[in-house]
């Protein structure tokens, strides 16, 4: 039972390099969510997906693209990244038809930007 | 617009005591979900309680109880006896419900986390 998982755990990249972090569930969970988690702001909503090839914009979207071509899989993208996009970054994942039930996330991905 | 305000940013305890934590929110729907989630010092978000804006009864388990007050929007989680282990960042949050074509898709807004210190 490997849940949802995220790849890579801990990343360091340079400013201006194209970075994907990939998010994979088990469950077969229709909704999937991208979050970054910084001081002070508790965790803000990057992107989210209702189902394959349905996705929106969170509350902080810039600089990030996401894709979904496999219900398991919700891979975030930086194209060129900052040093303001040095977070840790999760994935969640939830099945309710109504995408108000508990999320369950995966264990984070630490970005350094230098 | 909806938020979440958790107004203590740190709380200290020693092992056996009592601790609330606070959680007031805001929001103009009707129909919404209020969480907390615990986060270790390990890292990873563990979930504890879902709770929907229609049920408003007190919910206990174990040491845990959490009070759900729609009259003053606050939805408060208080630890019994508390341990060491209990020692973490708790993060309150509300769903926000949108509309993907024809989908309702939840959003959470969490607040900005509790970090708790149980002291041996």
Not at chain 1, 31 to 53: K, T
Not at chain 2, 63 to 75: A, H, I, L, P, V
Request: with cysteine; net charge negative; glycine share 6%.
């Amino acid at each position: 039972d490997a849940g949802i998982t995220q790849s890579p755990r801990y990343k360091i990249t340079e400013t201006g390099r194209q970075v994907t972090l990939m998010c994979h569930q088990t469950w077969s969970h229709s909704y999937m969510f991208w979050y970054r988690q910084d001081l002070g702001h508790g965790l803000r909503l990057i992107y989210y997906s209702a189902a394959a090839d349905i996705t929106d914009k969170g509350e902080v979207p810039d600089g990030y693209v996401v894709s979904r071509s496999k219900t398991e899989n919700f891979p975030l993208t930086l194209e060129s990244a900052t040093r303001s996009q040095t977070s840790v970054y999760f994935c969640a994942s939830t099945l309710g038809t109504s995408g108000l039930d508990t999320q369950y996330f995966g264990p984070g991905t630490r970005l350094t930007v230098l | 617009a909806q938020k979440v305000t958790q107004a203590q940013t740190e709380i200290s305890v020693v092992e056996k005591e009592d601790v609330t934590l606070d959680c007031v929110y805001e929001t103009r729907d009707t129909t919404y979900y209020l969480f907390w989630y615990k986060q270790p010092p390990s890292g990873e978000l563990v979930f504890l309680i879902r709770r929907n804006s229609f049920d408003e009864q007190n919910e206990i388990s174990g040491r845990y109880s959490w009070n759900f007050q729609k009259s003053t929007s606050s939805f408060n989680f208080t630890i019994t006896a508390s341990q060491v282990v209990d020692s973490a960042v708790y993060f309150c949050a509300l769903s926000e419900p949108t509309l993907m074509i024809y989908n309702q898709g939840g959003k959470l807004i969490f607040g900005q986390g509790t970090e708790l210190s149980v002291k041996p």
